[in-house]
T-cell receptor, first 114, second 109 residues
Framework: NAGVTQTPKFQVLKTGQSMTLQCAQD?????MSWYRQDPGMGLRLIHY???????DQGEVPNGYNVSRSTTEDFPLRLLSAAPSQTSVYFC?????????????FGPGTRLTVL | DAKTTQPTSMDCAEGRAANLPCNHS???????VYWYRQIHSQGPQYIIH???NNETNEMASLIITEDRKSSTLILPHATLRDTAVYYC??????????FGKGTRLSVIA
C-alpha cells in the first residue's frame, strides 16, 4: 500500500490564483480530512469527510472547498489564493470503524502564495 | 479549540526516559486520549491511545490518572530520533482530531 499520497509536494501561487491540492489513499478508509499547519503552530482542521458524498467543515474552512466523489480521493480546492493561505497542508485518513482507529497522514504540500 | 494543555518544550538526555505530561481536565467519559508526534515537518505519526487503563506498545507507555484529568506519555529510552513535537489529543474517535501546539521534545546526546 502507498498509504496517503499528496500532490504536489511544493507549489507557489500568485494572489488570486486557484488550484487543487490532491490527496489519495489506497487503504479503503472512509474518513479523510485536511489540515493546515502554519510555522510554529499545531495543525488546524479545514474540512473532513466521513464517506463518499459527505463533507463537513472544520475549524478554518473559509477560502477552501472540498468534494468526495470516491472513497479514495479527497481534493482540496483553493478558490482565490491569498497570502494568508501560505502554509503546509496535510491530508489524513482513517477507517472510521470506531474510537480505536489510527489516523494516517500524508507527507504534506508546502504552499506559498505571493 | 484543543481540550488539552501541554508544556511548550522539554529536554531529555539520550537513553533516559522522557515523560511528557498532558492536562485534559474537561475530558468526557467517552473520550479517549491520543498521542501523535511530528518529526521535523513530516506528517504526524500515531503513537498510542487510551481510555482509562494504562497502555503500552512498542513505542511508548501511556499513564492516565484515575480521575482521567491528566496523563503522561513515557518514552522509556529516548534516542535522538525521538526529537519531535508531541501532541496530546482528546477525542471520541468518530470526531475529528483537534491538535494543539504540542510539546517540542529535544533529546540531547
Amino acid at each position: 500500500n502507498a498509504g496517503v499520497t499528496q500532490t504536489p509536494k511544493f507549489q507557489v501561487l500568485k494572489t488570486g490564483q486557484s488550484m487543487t491540492l490532491q490527496c489519495a489513499q489506497d487503504m479503503n478508509h472512509e474518513y479523510m480530512s485536511w489540515y493546515r499547519q502554519d510555522p510554529g503552530m499545531g495543525l488546524r482542521l479545514i474540512h473532513y469527510s466521513v464517506g463518499a458524498g459527505i463533507t463537513d467543515q472544520g475549524e478554518v474552512p473559509n477560502g477552501y472547498n472540498v468534494s468526495r466523489s470516491t472513497t479514495e480521493d479527497f481534493p482540496l480546492r483553493l478558490l482565490s489564493a491569498a497570502p494568508s493561505q501560505t502554509s503546509v497542508y496535510f491530508c489524513a485518513s482513517r477507517p472510521n470503524r470506531g474510537v480505536t482507529d489510527t489516523q494516517y497522514f500524508g507527507p504534506g504540500t508546502r504552499l506559498t502564495v505571493l | 479549540d484543543a481540550k488539552t494543555t501541554q508544556p511548550t518544550s522539554m529536554d531529555c538526555a539520550e537513553g533516559r526516559a522522557a515523560n511528557l505530561p498532558c492536562n485534559h481536565s474537561t475530558i468526557s467519559g467517552n473520550e479517549y486520549v491520543y498521542w501523535y508526534r511530528q518529526i521535523h515537518s513530516q506528517g504526524p505519526q500515531y503513537i498510542i491511545h487510551g481510555l482509562k487503563n494504562n497502555e503500552t506498545n512498542e513505542m511508548a507507555s501511556l499513564i492516565i490518572t484515575e480521575d482521567r484529568k491528566s496523563s503522561t506519555l513515557i518514552l522509556p529510552h529516548a534516542t535522538l530520533r525521538d526529537t519531535a513535537v508531541y501532541y496530546c489529543i482528546v477525542g471520541s474517535g468518530n470526531t475529528p482530531l483537534v491538535f494543539g501546539k504540542g510539546t517540542r521534545l529535544s533529546v540531547i546526546a
